[in-house]
Nanobody
Framework: QVQLVESGGGSVQAGGSLRLSCAAS????????MGWFRQAPGKEREGVAA????????YYADSVKGRFTISQDNAKNMLYLQMNSLKPEETAMYYC?????????????????????WGPGTQVTVSS
C-alpha cells in the first residue's frame, strides 16, 4: 500500500500561483508514475500532470502546459505541482496519485484509471 497526503491548496486570485505538495509513504518502491489530477463539482476527474520518478519523464495536459510544473524529490518521497497564472475555471479539488503500471505512454500518463493509489485531495479556489 501507498499512502498519499496533499497539501498547499488554498484561495488565490486569477493570475496567482500556488505550489501543491504530496507526501508519499509506504510501498513507494512499487510506484512507477506519480501524477496530479483535479475534479471540479459536477465534472469528471481529469489529469493535470504526471512524472516517472525513475527517469523524470513528464507529461502535461494541454490546458496547463507552460503554466504548471510537476517535480519530485525522491529522497524525501515528495511530489510537487507549481501552478502559475491560475484561472477561475481551474477551481477544483486537486489529487495526488501513484501508479504501479509498468509503462505509460503519452496521454496514458494522465489517465485516472491508470492510477492505483489516491490522496484525499486539497482544495484550490481561484477567484476572478
Amino acid at each position: 500500500q501507498v499512502q498519499l497526503v496533499e497539501s498547499g491548496g488554498g484561495s488565490v486570485q486569477a493570475g496567482g500561483s500556488l505550489r501543491l505538495s504530496c507526501a508519499a509513504s509506504g510501498a513507494t518502491d512499487n510506484t512507477r508514475y506519480m501524477g496530479w489530477f483535479r475534479q471540479a463539482p459536477g465534472k469528471e476527474r481529469e489529469g493535470v500532470a504526471a512524472i516517472s520518478p525513475g527517469i523524470g519523464t513528464t507529461y502535461y495536459a494541454d490546458s496547463v502546459k507552460g503554466r504548471f510544473t510537476i517535480s519530485q524529490d525522491n529522497a524525501k518521497n515528495m511530489l510537487y505541482l507549481q501552478m502559475n497564472s491560475l484561472k477561475p475555471e481551474e477551481t477544483a479539488m486537486y489529487y495526488c496519485a501513484a501508479s504501479r503500471v509498468w509503462s505509460l505512454i503519452g496521454t496514458m500518463m494522465i489517465r485516472p484509471s491508470m492510477y492505483n493509489y489516491w490522496g484525499p485531495g486539497t482544495q484550490v479556489t481561484v477567484s476572478s
